[in-house]
């Protein structure tokens, strides 16, 4: 398991199951997005006739120019949306030699009279198509943003329809996540080993050139030609969870260009890998705490009278799952990996947690189908087949950002640290560490030390009892940035705008609209 894989889905996964229940992973993919399911041909940059701004298509060296200068062709893909494909260069180091071109989606703005500009989105994961959410902007984002923005998604590089990286079958992903996320034995801990070698090996068979280029620097770098070819002078950015440290790194490399900036459900990029997976592993086991207080709140908990017992009656569960698959509706068995993300992806939305009451009181009756309905979510399954290839991608960009990784050995000697923080989830979290083993692709770019000076305001979201990007991290991105703005959200589940806080709300909206920055250390 990738101890950030959770972070994958979020905005995609959980969005749509609180908006349809059970009948959800379908909307995920709709049948009509066939422009968006293939990698797109890149056609050669183009220059424009009339630049608005000779300023605004300025490019950082001679070489990439082209990339910079070119036109958009827009072309109408969903109802009231637009496509088009960015061509970027694979490695930026030798911007003359191959390219690619990434998908891109935008919804015009509702309210052309009241038109601001363009705001990129991105969702998170790493791996998430940004495509997505701009698609279903009704829902991702309020109507003051709708009506006064172009939202523009784009699926970064080897994710989604711009190249996806591919690393297994579909039944091999199957296997990969269904697999014990926290081995018992030796046996199972080789297996687990020899998996992550077989991943890699995967990729770089199955994959082109590009899989040692879908770094975060290297997508924000992409994102300054997206800038440049929107014909915008700074770049509008609003980025959630992960989206938080690409918007994070662009700052850093491109300060003179942040235009408006929001980071919601903010990581820290400045933490080693360890801290940050042990700083998640105990802000899941926060929120499953939170949700069965919630329970017992509520009387006549089915989990028990105390959040002990709650999380005794679940860790036996899991325990009988990892020792007995249950049955489910479907042909496959809900195994431990599946049990596993099935019971974390509700926790992502305190909307969600009637999911995952559902799913556990199925589970100690013996049916494990809506636990693995929830898994499949998580993995943008759907049909027996993957809609996207997030889980695979997720891998890759983490991995060429930070390569740090552990033998196999030395797992267990970090189970006292991750258990303390995390009693329900640590052992997991603990094998994460293991997660980069077996990468063969040397990454392009060192990790940056992330200040962004010179940089305009920059809006850092927080959610104090966010299970996947700790509180702590927003406080931390904030400091670190020269001109970081913290404001806090009081609540449950992961990132903060659009979830019902109308102060959060105003915040965002009058800044990213009218440039009103907000209090720093705002409280809401």
């Known amino acids: 398991m990738n101890p950030k894989a959770i972070v994958a889905i979020v905005v995609v996964a959980l969005m749509v199951l609180g ?28 220059r424009p006739t009339e630049p608005l701004d000779p300023s605004v298509t300025e490019a950082p060296s001679p070489d990439l120019e082209p990339f910079y200068a070119q036109e958009l062709e827009w072309s109408d893909c969903e109802s009231g949306k637009e496509c088009a494909t960015l061509t970027v260069p694979i490695d930026y180091r030798d911007p003359t030699a191959a390219t690619i071109g990434l998908a891109l989606l935008r919804a015009p703005a509702e309210n052309p009279d009241a038109r601001v500009g363009s705001l990129v989105i991105n969702p998170g994961g790493p791996g998430a198509p940004g495509t997505t959410p701009a698609n279903e902007s009704e829902s991702y984002f309020g109507e003051p943003l709708r009506e006064s923005f172009d939202i523009v998604g784009f699926d970064p590089r080897g994710t989604g329809a711009s ?17 014990d996320p926290a081995p018992d034995d030796p046996g199972e801990e080789e297996q687990y080993a020899d998996s992550l070698e077989d991943f890699y090996a995967g990729c770089v068979e199955n994959s082109d050139a590009l899989i040692g280029h ?30 938080t440290r690409l918007g994070a790194t662009y700052a850093e490399l491109f300060p003179e260009r942040v235009g408006k900036f929001v980071l919601d459900g903010a990581t820290d990029p400045a933490l080693s890998y360890r801290q940050s997976v042990l700083n998640q592993a105990g802000g899941f086991q926060l929120a499953l705490e939170s949700y069965i207080q ?32 249950l049955p489910t509706n479907e042909e496959r068995d809900l195994q431990i990996g599946n049990a596993f993300y099935g019971l974390v992806l509700p926790l992502y939305s305190e909307e969600n947690w009637q999911y995952l009451s559902q799913g556990l009181q199925q589970a100690f009756e013996g049916d494990g189908s809506t636990l693995l309905l929830l898994s499949d979510i998580y993995g943008s399954r759907e049909n027996g087949t993957y809609a996207d290839n997030s889980l695979e991608a997720i891998y890759a960009i983490n991995c060429l950002d930070d390569p740090t990784s552990i033998e ?72 670190e940035l020269e001109s970081g703005v913290l404001v806090s959200r009081d609540g449950d589940g992961h990132t903060a705008y659009n979830k019902g806080n109308d102060c959060i709300d105003v915040a965002v909206e009058d800044y990213l609209i009218e440039g009103v920055v907000p209090e720093d250390g705002l409280e809401c």
């Open 19 to 46: 908006a349809g229940g059970v009948a959800v992973a379908a909307l995920i993919a709709s049948d009509d997005d066939s422009s968006q399911n293939s990698s797109p041909e890149a056609p050669a940059p183009t």
């Open 214 to 243: 879908v770094s975060t620097n290297e997508a924000a770098r992409d994102m300054d030609v997206l800038r440049a070819a929107l014909r915008e002078e700074t770049l509008t950015y609003l980025g959630f969870s992960y989206g």
């Open 163 to 179: 190249d996806p990286v591919d690393c297994l079958s579909d039944e091999e992903v199957d296997a990969f996540i269904a697999a």
């Open 408 to 479: 196999p050995g030395q797992v267990r000697s970090n189970y006292r640290d991750f258990k303390k923080v995390a009693p329900t989830f640590g052992e997991v979290f603990a094998w994460g560490l293991l997660n980069c083993r077996g990468l063969q692709v040397e990454p392009a770019y060192k990790p940056l030390d992330i200040r962004a000076e010179g940089a305009a305001p920059i809006v850092v979201l927080g959610t104090t009892r966010d299970p996947a990007t700790p509180y702590a991290e927003a406080v931390a991105l904030a400091k």
């Open 294 to 325: 919630d329970c017992v709140d509520g009387g006549d908990c089915f989990l028990g009278d105390t959040v002990q017992e709650g999380l005794d009656r679940i860790s036996g569960l899991l325990d009988q799952i990892d020792d007995q698959p």
